[in-house]
């Protein structure tokens, strides 16, 4: 099984300030990656897939990067909704695995 | 618009059986992969089972395995889990995602929003 890690596990930022997100695999996962934002008693949200490209409707301040086992999702300019939980999710071998989370705070 | 919604959740003794369902609308069902992922309380996600359109290939998570079953009803446009010999550390919210590729790039593009099950005496 893939272990996908990602860090920090808490990340407080001030709204209009930037956070990066890192994700990291046990083993390569190419670019069979995936980013998902969370709220409470809502659906995930599909962010990125392919390690870098944007869902439909994703605004051009969540960007992603990386392949093989290194993974970032950047956010410029936090807007109040971005503050939410963010997981990374990698297809590229069964089981399907997701990171722990990384939780985006207010500072 | 794509609607999933899931149904069947509640309160369950240990050992006991739950079945859920996912009502699938606004696309054509019997085209996409479907999964179950969960989410235990204060816990992340974590991918339960797959199922092709057809329902030829299944997949589960090492800790479902043997005890819970994925199926579909095409005509009906419905996603079912069996969920069998339940235990406490299977209570969580249940979700339905749809799988989708683009140039052969996977993900779950939708979302149900999801149903509470509970494992307890």
């Known amino acids: 099984e893939i272990v996908m890690t990602q860090s920090p596990a808490t990340l407080s930022v001030s709204p209009g300030d930037g956070a990066t997100l890192s994700c990291r695999a046990s083993q390569s996962v190419s670019s069979n990656l995936a980013w998902y934002q969370h709220k409470p008693g809502q659906a995930p949200r599909l962010l990125i897939y392919?390690?870098?490209t944007r869902a439909t409707g994703i605004p051009a301040r969540f960007s992603g990067s990386g392949s093989g086992t290194e993974f970032t999702l950047t956010i410029s300019s936090l807007q109040s909704e971005d503050f939410a939980v963010y997981y990374c999710q990698q297809f590229n071998n069964w089981p399907i695995t997701f990171g722990q989370g990384t939780r985006l705070e207010i500072k | 618009e794509v609607q999933l919604v899931e149904s069947g959740g509640g309160l369950v003794q240990p050992g006991g059986s739950l079945r859920l369902s996912c009502a699938a609308s606004?696309?054509?069902?019997?085209?996409?992969?479907m999964n179950w992922v969960r989410q235990a309380p204060g816990k992340g996600l974590e991918w339960v089972s797959y199922i092709s359109s057809s329902g030829s290939t299944i997949y589960y998570a090492d800790s479902v395995k043997g005890r819970f079953t994925i199926s579909r009803d095409n005509a009906k446009n419905s996603l079912y889990l069996q969920m069998n010999s339940l235990r406490a550390e299977d209570t969580a919210v249940y979700y339905c995602?749809?799988?989708?590729?683009?140039?052969?790039?996977?993900?779950?593009?939708?979302w149900g929003q999801g149903t509470l099950v509970t494992v307890s005496s």
């Open positions: 995602a749809r799988d989708r590729k683009v140039e052969d790039w996977p993900f779950f593009d939708y």
């Open positions: 606004g696309f054509t069902f019997s085209s996409y992969e």
């Open positions: 392919g390690a870098s």
